[in-house]
């Protein structure tokens, strides 16, 4: 210990001791004898903190107060250890952009130098990040902060080993060792880094194009995550999911009750969210739905047809004028008015997964050879071999006017055209070991009770022994469509 001398013409010397509180009064150490020197050594205990304490006197015996040092110094023999590595955060999950303090405590107090060049390097899966040094010199606790950044990952964070404290040239810890410990930090916290939004919700949809209730029950396919949170959920005016929306909401699974207001039309829209808070655009309904909740009345009953007598087999025309556009349903045969069938496809059952606007197929009424018999339930599809494939489908039927007039909602069971089955395929010589450029193989698709995916719906290839052709007449094989037929009595009801 040292200090500045004293201002008496007659100084005679100084005493000095070291005591534990700045008023020179608790634990002191025994002062020296009165000595003209401006400095002193005193003994120590390790680990302990000390006042430099000073008192002057002259040659009349006359004594100064004592006086202490600014600031207690810390004695420390042997290099600090770290003691455990700790965060002030609570368990959780957190995603890109959130930071996450750090602490590395030590067995007593340390001194960082140049702290910018000080790290602490964490597990984070594809890419090791590094926490940068933030405060603590001085203290026993070092703090770092870590920022999530894009594509971190870990489902328990922890620092990549006891080795994970570093300093550049720059930098350094003085009286500390740099091990951290090697029982690993995350039995100590759970917190699971995910910087992935989760897969888009699917098959947004409502069970009808029209409802008379307020009432609207939307549903859709679920997403798929890890640490799936819940769905948002909105009703809007537009597809965009932003114009005109009402009943935001939450819900962990499909479906639910939303409700819209008469008169309006709305597109269901779903948002995915984790639980670290990652969410996925808004997705919305192919189709709309229009809430109409009042009865139409006939205003009028007339008819073009002259006033006469008529007998049997005589037509006599009659036109209803309703106080608002009025929809026909036929009740589950053909009628005289229908003029053609649409067919779509959807890899999923819902309704609402269904294109409306892109049909696979396109059937005139009575066109031979896809639908020769008008008046039964089935019809011919002609898809090409390659665009084959399982999944549901819907009918929709039209009249002579071109309007649609079918409000059945029916989606088929599923229907396994190569699922599991031989079917129609190319295989190339090389792959097939015989004698010809290609092989054709069979592909055989039924949902008959008879067949080997037995269900409700019927799907059938047309029939076709195994063929072997050589490349060029093989290949024009292949790019023919290729017909199957579907039993639609469940879908036209």
């Known amino acids: 210990m040292h200090w500045l001398a004293g201002s008496d013409a007659n100084l005679s010397g100084y005493r000095s001791k070291v005591c534990s509180d700045s008023a020179c009064s608790l634990a002191c150490s025994t002062a020296n004898a009165l000595s003209p020197s401006l400095t002193a050594t005193k003994s120590s205990v390790d680990g302990t903190s000390y006042f430099a304490c000073v008192q002057a006197e002259d040659l009349a015996a006359n004594t100064s107060a004592w006086v202490s040092s600014i600031a207690a110094v810390t004695v420390q023999t042997s290099a600090s250890v770290v003691s455990s590595v700790a965060s002030p955060m609570a368990n959780g999950f957190f995603k890109l952009g959130d930071v996450i303090p750090i602490q590395v405590i030590y067995s007593s107090n340390v001194h960082v130098t140049n702290g910018n060049d000080f790290t602490l390097t964490l597990e984070t899966e594809a890419t090791d990040r590094n926490a940068l040094y933030s405060a603590g010199s001085g203290t026993n606790t070092l703090t770092f902060l870590y920022s999530v950044q894009a594509g971190d990952t870990a489902s328990d964070l922890n620092y990549i080993s006891a080795g994970a404290l570093s300093w550049g040239s720059s930098g350094a810890l003085k009286a500390a060792s740099g091990v951290l410990l090697q029982d690993p930090w995350g039995t100590l916290k759970n917190f699971v880094i995910d910087t992935t939004p989760p897969a888009l919700p699917s098959s947004v949809g409502f069970g009808s194009a029209f409802s008379t209730t307020t009432n609207l029950n939307l549903s859709w396919s679920d997403i798929t995550d890890t640490n799936a949170r819940y769905h948002k959920l909105k009703i809007c005016a537009a597809k965009d999911c932003t114009s005109g929306c009402i009943g935001s909401t939450t819900n962990v699974s499909s479906p639910l009750i939303i409700a819209g207001v008469n008169g309006s039309t709305y597109y269901g829209c779903v948002q995915g969210e984790d639980l670290a808070g990652n969410v996925t655009p808004w997705v919305s309904s ?208």
């Open 286 to 493: 192919l189709s709309s739905v229009t809430i109409d909740t009042t009865l139409p009345t006939v205003t009028t009953i007339s008819s073009p047809t002259a006033d006469g007598f008529y007998k049997v087999g005589n037509t006599v025309l009659v036109d209803l004028s309703f106080s608002e556009p009025v929809y026909v349903t036929f009740g589950g045969t053909h009628a005289a008015t229908l003029q053609k069938h649409q067919v779509f496809y959807s890899a999923n059952s819902t309704y609402g997964s269904f294109d409306l606007s892109n049909p696979i197929a396109t059937i005139n009424y009575g066109d031979a050879p896809y639908d020769a018999t008008p008046t039964d339930t089935k019809v011919l599809v002609s898809v090409p071999i390659a665009s084959l494939k399982d999944g549901y489908y819907y009918v929709r039927y039209y009249d002579v006017n071109g309007k649609y007039v079918d409000p059945n909602r029916s989606v088929s069971s599923i229907v396994s055209v190569l699922k599991g089955t031989p079917g129609y395929t190319l295989i190339p010589k090389k792959f097939s070991s015989l004698a010809y450029d290609y092989y054709i193989m069979r592909y055989e698709a039924s949902l008959s009770s008879s067949g080997s995916n037995a269900g409700g719906d019927t799907v059938t290839t047309t029939s076709i022994r195994q063929e072997r052709l050589r490349g060029r007449d093989a290949c024009a094989y292949a790019n023919q469509h290729r017909p199957f037929q579907a039993d639609l009595s469940s879908l036209l009801s």
